[in-house]
């Protein structure tokens, strides 16, 4: 069994992770950390996990026989945290978003903190297993994708160097449900009735999973942006509670060979598990994915050929979090990636 | 026109008086306060109210020259002001709790507050008008009711003195939307992904509301509990904005006279323009009130005529608050109790 | 590997029955049976199913080559087919309300159907595994308990001859998720903007559920009631997917002993997977359930004891329907109950 | 009095008709018809209209005495009536989409239908006030906008012949609530279960309103779009009642001047009651439109002020139906447009 610990384990995306784990055949949860609950069990706090009876610690615990560690705690924390369970040789998978963009002035503009340990980027692995399989496998840092990036990379990747061909910058119009934008923090923008029956756009041209995004396209297809914010990336908040879908919008000088690009996806679901690409005229919604870890991918285009649609969706705490972040644990211990996740 | 102040007007019931206030014929916004925002315009901070430029003030906010003021601020912060309003000859809707409960050992009990002015209990009236217009007419000093007590007692009141037949003390089962439960607090409580798909029962056998009813079911109708306490009430929360829906369950001895019933009701809702009474074999729900000051309510028996279930609905923050309160305040000046209420 | 057959698997309840038995190590998915999709693949009408490829057939299939059949149709077809299944030696879990109801009078007058097989109803076994697990075990036909019977009787058996000491009979005031209500019906009254924002009490002081928490009330713990209709039981819709909370009221003559009533509660749940009983002053949510196969329980009582609030949720899909259904079936073939449900 | 029929009074634009013409004070309901409930009166089907004892009638109703209809029927049936209903005399504002494309083999295509009265397409005035008040003003037949391209259209046109300067052909992101899609239709697609903490794209690259969008975005700017179809919209189904908020990505050769573009909205604005623009660095939700007859629109660029981004919402019941109707009944009949609109 790997023994691994949950720092942030009673943040939304570390419940989740408890969800996945508690049944995993080969993970072994060794500990849970909770600032606010230490010292309180898990069925005590959240009565949900009856018999659970294992208690919370503070994020200073003693992980010294600990194989590995899933951090789900704020960026900061993250960033104060990874270079000690490294050296510790604790291999580490961390959600936050601190060691994915390897331009640390880029960073420092949209998470407004100084990246303290900059040598460590060239170490971390971008934890999208469908494209960084192999890289993974070795590593001992993975930056567990954002959840948008996962949504929007996994429907303009299979593209490949046809984007080369694309006439302007993609559109990617993004909808998430509250548990993406935090849902239990303490604040008015997630109240219930500041979100039910509402909907909204927020940080148009500024939000932090741009460059990530925009990072990862060109690495992996040679599609050079124009420039750096030459990709449109515009998040809304959904009234419900998980799921992330997204509608990217593509648009080509030339007409694209259809079946290419369907055989493109296919091929790279064919592969990957949990890529699921829709037959012709199907398009994903989010209940196809709540709760799974799949990524389901519809493909559109209009009859000129240059003009394409792609949707897809996610959940935003399974495959945009939680359950990408123990596929890549499962690689880097080499196991079946999908162990415990279906 | 009726020079008002809200004070705490940024807060849900505040708001909810804007809504109805800025279209009333005879009362004029004079002074709208609120401690975060006060410096602000309405419509800087709310833009839905384009095109009204007042600026909130602070709660100490010059009185001198308003006729009369709607309380929408907290327990403590009400018991504090009353008193000093009433001196300068403002007249007060307060929509607090404070002044609602004659017993004072059980005000402490429920609110965990000493009463600090109990001698203005006598002269303060109940506002819930189907019972007291008359003493709301001449009233200085509104307690406006609970949201949860308008529905429960405008569901029991018409019977009357056959209440006293009753074999078992009245339970009733209320289920409000999350406004009600103070929607903008910043609590975990309230946070959009706790409430979402999910419903519970709270305060089981020690809400604050349930000496309220006790208190003037007794008082209208003769009818005299067991004791304090033998009257049974749970409130649920709802996920949803706005309504509250109870559902009330009284046992008799006897069979009652179904016509005489039915009769009395609807001779309350006669000569009250705000109560309606379904037809025999219909009952409420909540979209049927919502954004309305309409009491709604359903009658059933069963076969025995012993088993009797009232079923009322109302918009908590309009009959259960901000439009009961512009009731009251059009009573106490004078006016048609219906005016910008419809 | 037991050979079943899901009769109507396109349903709510029988699409819950396919997503836990998909991967129940121990009973095999023979035949699925839709008279809307015969002919085209499980994955195919709902691309959640990716890589499901069996076909729907029609509900005349072949099923002899089966073990046991789930049925998961309206009424009448179960009253129709169930015979016939049980002459060829399958066994049945029916999961629609005809073998619940010893008196066939009542039945006929809830049901509005004559009973075509009153002689089946000594056979049939109410599927509460929690009270009638020998039973279950040597069953062929199990009537698989409604939803809210389950939750209703869940909360009040470990009373048990205690209830004897009633001083009125209980009152349920349930409330349920739309898919308990018949979700896919293409029916005015689950429209989306009927149910969405809104909440509403129906079938009061009539619905078909109220003869079986009252039968098997009397039979299990030598209740009488007054008369059949003492009971009150009172549904309503919550505008949510899942989830069953039901509010149990119970006043007795005398005040009960509260440790003796928390132990035979909790001594229920010891020997019983999914019951579960919370600590004192904590009361179960819909959350705590959904998606599960348990029943959680709260219980309070007042300060003279002699006024009880039970509370209980269930997902009605899982505990109050596939879940039920798959643990009689699981203890049908001699299986720990718990099979392929946790 | 303006006497006036609502022809398909019981559907969802209908009653939203009803709701705002009750108090209308120069607007009398002369007519109101159903198929399905003749006969019934309004408060009886619909108890939330209290004290409106009138009578639903058939839709051949004898309207020789009305002066105008609205028609709030399916596109069929609008194609039948509207010609004989001028020749009576009676203006009509049709909220179908029959009279609002010019070219009738588009027509044919989007709508399935053959159009049987071409030559009042000339007559038709499309009835969007901001830009087409004086012929409203004359006009015997409005086609009211659809609701899709009122958001649309209020959020391009005041760009003007700057979009001449446009990189690529504008993609309108749009997400409607339930409502606009028929919510009281009998269809699995609007079902509570199906619709609830769910979310899709629809008529990718086919919706009916893209092609009245192009027609009167060339109509009015004098951008001359590529080709038909060059405009991308793609709707989504929000899970929620009311509203729709359009994001509209306009990508220029040219860096546009800033401040140009907003006084041009804010110029718009100025004229137009009922738009609204926010502030720099705001942007509307659709809580700021529901019940409202607002458009509410804010405007971002990126550094390079080349790529726009517009948001706009509406309450798609008003402003994107009953609302708007009634705006041009006003204007018709020389009222002040906002006449019982605020």
Redesign the interface.
């Given at each position: 069994m790997i023994r691994v610990a949950i720092i942030g384990a009673a943040g939304?995306s570390g419940l989740e992770l408890i969800h996945w784990l508690r049944?995993h055949p080969q993970i072994e949860l060794s500990i849970l950390t909770s600032s606010k609950y230490a010292g309180q069990t898990l069925e005590e706090v959240f009565?949900?996990y009856?018999g659970m009876s294992q208690s919370f610690e503070k994020h200073d615990a003693n992980l010294d026989h600990c194989d590995a560690a899933f951090l789900a705690i704020p960026n900061k924390a993250s960033l104060d945290l990874v270079p000690a369970l490294l050296e510790k040789k604790i291999r580490v998978v961390d959600l936050s978003g601190v060691y994915r963009l390897n331009n640390t002035s880029i960073f420092e503009k949209y998470y407004g903190l100084t990246h303290t340990s900059p040598n460590l980027l060239e170490t971390a692995v971008f934890g999208l297993p469908e494209y960084f399989k192999d890289q993974i496998c070795e590593a001992n840092l993975i930056a567990n994708p954002g959840c948008y990036p996962t949504g929007a990379l996994l429907g303009m990747l299979p593209f490949g160097n046809l984007l080369e061909n694309l006439?302007?910058a993609p559109?990617l119009?993004a909808?998430s449900g509250?548990?993406g934008a935090g849902?239990?923090?303490?604040?008015?923008t997630?109240?219930?009735?500041?979100?039910?029956?509402?909907?909204?756009?927020?940080k148009?041209?500024n939000h932090q999973h741009t460059p990530e995004i925009e990072q990862y396209l060109a690495e992996l297809t040679g599609y050079s942006m124009p420039q750096h914010?030459s990709l449109?990336f515009?998040p809304?908040l959904?009234?419900?509670?998980?799921?992330i879908?997204t509608?990217i919008?593509l648009?080509f000088h030339d007409a694209l060979p259809v079946e290419h690009v369907r055989q493109s996806f296919e091929d790279t679901a064919q592969s990957n598990p949990f890529m699921?690409v829709?037959p012709q005229g199907?398009?994903?919604?989010?209940?196809?994915?709540?709760?799974?870890n799949?990524c389901?991918i519809g493909i559109?285009?209009?009859?000129?050929r240059k003009?394409w649609?792609v949707?897809t969706t996610i959940d935003n705490l399974v495959k945009g979090a939680a359950g990408q972040a123990i596929q890549n644990m499962n690689l880097m211990f080499g196991l079946d990636e999908s162990t415990g996740l279906?």
């Open positions: 939304l049944s009565p949900k009856t006439s302007t559109i119009d909808k509250v548990s849902g239990r923090v303490e604040d008015d997630t109240n219930y009735v500041t979100v039910n029956e509402n909907f909204k756009a927020y148009i041209f914010g449109t515009t809304h959904l009234p419900l509670n998980r799921g879908l509608t919008y648009r699921h829709l199907h398009f994903p919604d989010l209940a196809m994915v709540q709760n799974t799949y389901r559109a285009h209009d009859d000129s003009n649609i949707v279906i």
